[in-house]
């Protein structure tokens, strides 16, 4: 074993242990129902003893300066717990926008905050139609005629966007799509809840009325930057929803070991064998893409963009396979609300659809390709 892959075993080890304390299911059930739906106490605990949000964040604005491959560790393991907390807003999203944007001002503004766990952040691109292409935005940003500027438009299915300390948003200019910080106390901006299939990821319609914003980055550039950001973005989730997918298998091997019927373990059973087999071939493949995506962003590679989109289409469909076949190993127990399989079932379906849905994502690879 290298030290590389010993120091990645260690955090993986870390982070584990820490969200099997925190993010027992228990506590996963009770922060579904609750505003917000996350434990500030624990979002402090995670980045003031495991530093999770400066983990992937330059030194020079307080990070630790690793990469995609340690941030691809923790996604792994809050996806397999279902961590409820701003982690994919704020260091997937916002902070990875900020670094696209190549705003140095913008950056060394937020990003401190951002390492610290003292500051939250939001991305909102999506509108009413869910799609994240910077190009069909209809929100518009003016100049207020002071030297400010001033966004209006509404966005929707924004990422803990009830609670986030700066909203990042992608407004039209007369330049194109450009992007500008939001405080959450502007005036104007009012934020409600959206009722989604997955509760244990929160998400907001934020209505911007004349709201007070800073650019970020060149005017006209929010296309570029959303470009390089969703590749990230797609690496991340795939993280996610591979950490996801391993713990559904596990649950359903545990269970086929454990669970009897006609006087010998149901994992004995050929169909059940398939089953299972078949779940470990999808997730093998998902952690696999999600992986070698992550090493090739790290190693900055032009083969990046088209990894990070082969990554997303293999992990969206390995980990909803992965919970449905949960639920049918489980039998009967499997359908009730009382069992966590039902949990991972709406995450595996809410992350295949969180940056587009299937036609979009297998559209962006054939766009990755030059096709």
Known sequence: MTAEEHELRELRASVREFLETKSSEEAVRKLMESEPRFDPAVWAQACGQLRLAA???PEEYGGDGFGMV???????????????????????????????SGDARACARHLPGIAAGRTTAALAVAE?????????????????????????????????????????????????????????????????PMETLDATRAMARLTFDAVPATPVGADGAGGRVMAKVLDIASVGLAAEQAGGARRCLDTST??????????RPIGSFQAVKHKCAD?????????????????????????????????????????????????????????????????????????????????????????????
């Open 55 to 57: 983990l992937a964040l």
């Open 70 to 100: 340690e941030l691809g560790v923790v996604l792994e393991e809050t996806g397999r717990a279902l961590f409820c907390s701003p982690f994919f807003a704020t260091v997937v999203l916002a902070a990875q926008t900020l670094l696209a």
């Open 128 to 192: 009413d139609d869910g799609s994240w292409d910077p190009a069909l935005v209809s929100a518009r940003a003016l100049p207020d005629g002071d030297g400010g500027w001033t966004v209006r438009g509404r966005k929707s299915f924004v990422v803990d966007g009830t609670t986030a300390d700066l909203v990042l948003v992608v407004a039209r200019t007369v330049a194109g799509p450009s992007l500008f910080a939001v405080d959450r106390e502007a005036t104007g901006l009012t934020a409600e």
């Open 254 to 263: 545990g269970y086929a070991r454990t669970r009897h019927q006609f006087g």
């Open 279 to 371: 779940m470990l071939v999808q997730v093998e493949l998902a952690e696999a893409s999600s992986r070698e995506a992550a090493r090739l962003a790290a190693e900055h590679d032009p083969a990046f963009p088209v990894a990070a989109a082969v990554a997303h289409a293999c992990a969206s469909r390995a980990y909803l396979y992965a919970a449905t076949e949960n639920i049918q190993v489980h039998g009967g127990i499997g359908f009730t609300w009382e069992h966590p399989a039902h949990l991972y079932f709406r995450r595996a379906k809410s992350s295949q659809l969180l940056l587009g849905g299937p036609a979009v994502y297998h559209e962006r690879l054939l766009d990755r390709l030059g096709i």
